[in-house]
């Protein structure tokens, strides 16, 4: 039964398909029948304890996402640090943000490494949950840079990933035929939100403990990936010098725009691929789009996403939608989200053109002052990015 909760899709596709793919980690598979036991499982442990957040810093591992379904069946919220952060940060948003639980390596004591963590899992059978979360409740608390470097916590609700949902499918054609390989960390949003939407859609993701370029070349050539996520950065340090694979027939990027050269690259070694740009923020989800069967200019990270209204005020970037977060949770630097009756930003700036293709020129507080005239980083780098 649908209740418009993040762990929806995946418990659905569990029941009609138990024996489907949902997982492969190495030489490990995990089916959803499999996967939606271990998430039944973490959620009646989260749930014996009443624990509210539950923080997770670790490596790519299938406990990440049994842990991020099981933590938001039981009502809690899953809070996603970075592993790579330095201790003291790490010490820092633990002070802050206080999770009643927390697994990750080298925690020290009160920590549940992933060592310890099946273990765990499996003290506690299935159970009827006390807490019965609604839409409307929160789920998801990350992290985004501030200006000063310093991470700045956001949080979402249920309603606001499940809109996400069906927008990206409209966008992405993800569903049960979707095989996607995620060459990023789960830390990150982009990977994170690729494996949840995938697998509410009852497709299969494809994972690997550490980024290895030569491994997911050869996994991505085998045949049974059909769709990569990747941060453009990644996608590069992946496919250089590599041969052509005809069997990919998606490729999404997201984070930074596609530079001219990369793309050639990845025609070339994609040549079946339909190549997907999009852009967003933590903090507002979805606004743009850039696809390759689509006219989009090449400086522009493209129209507005499905169910997304964008408009420019004084230059800046201001979007209306259903997928916003709920905003900033702990201290913040005073920069990013601002909300204005339904209308949001992060301080991005950008214009439209006639055919309501956006193109960026920077962020509030990036311009510099040259010889009188203010100038965005991003427009010099867009100029040097087409230089041969």
Not at 89 to 108: E, N, R, V, Y
């Amino acid at each position: 039964m649908k209740r418009g909760l993040v762990s929806d899709g995946v418990l659905e596709w569990a029941v009609r398909t138990p024996e489907r793919v949902a997982i492969v980690l190495g030489s490990e598979t995990i089916t959803y029948g499999q996967l939606a036991r271990r998430i039944q499982r973490v959620a009646s442990a989260v749930d014996a304890v009443a624990a509210r957040r539950v923080a997770v810093s670790l490596p790519n591992h299938t406990a990440v996402l049994e842990l991020f379904f099981g933590v938001t069946l039981a009502g809690a919220v899953f809070v996603v640090f970075e592993p790579k952060w330095p201790r003291e940060t790490l010490d820092a948003m633990l002070k802050t943000h206080q999770p009643d639980l927390f697994f990750g390596d080298g925690l020290g004591e009160g920590g549940i490494s992933l060592n310890q963590y099946s273990l765990w899992r499996d003290q506690h059978d299935p159970r009827a949950l006390v807490s019965q979360p609604t839409p409307e409740m929160p789920f998801l608390i990350g992290f985004t840079s501030g200006t000063t470097g310093i991470p700045k916590a956001f949080i979402r609700a249920h309603a606001s990933w499940t809109a996400s949902f069906a927008a990206s499918r409209i966008e992405f054609g993800t569903d049960e035929n979707t095989h996607v390989v995620l060459p990023g960390p789960l830390s990150h949003g982009l990977s994170l939100y690729s494996a949840v939407e995938t697998l509410n859609a009852g497709g299969s993701v494809t994972i690997e403990p550490t980024f290895d370029a030569a491994r997911l070349m050869s996994i991505t050539g085998a045949g049974r990936v059909n769709t990569i996520v990747a941060a453009p950065t990644l996608l590069d340090l992946m496919i250089d010098g590599a041969a052509p694979i005809s069997t990919i027939s998606c490729i999404t990027t997201a984070g930074a725009k596609l530079s001219p050269a990369l793309r050639l690259k990845l025609q070339r070694v994609f040549p079946r691929a339909r190549i997907i740009e999009y852009y967003g923020a933590s903090e507002l989800s979805f606004v743009s789009v850039a696809r390759s069967d689509e006219n989009c200019p090449l400086e522009s990270v493209g129209r507005a996403f499905q169910g997304v209204e964008i408009k420019i005020v004084d230059g800046v970037v201001w979007v209306k939608s259903a997928m916003l977060s709920h905003g900033y949770v702990g201290p913040t630097d005073g920069s990013g989200f601002r909300v204005d009756e339904g209308w949001a930003t992060v301080g991005d700036r950008g214009s439209l053109d006639a055919h309501g293709f956006l193109t960026l020129i920077g962020r509030d507080g990036d311009m510099i002052i040259t010889g009188g005239l203010n100038v965005y980083p991003a427009e010099v780098e867009a100029v040097i990015a087409v230089v041969p």
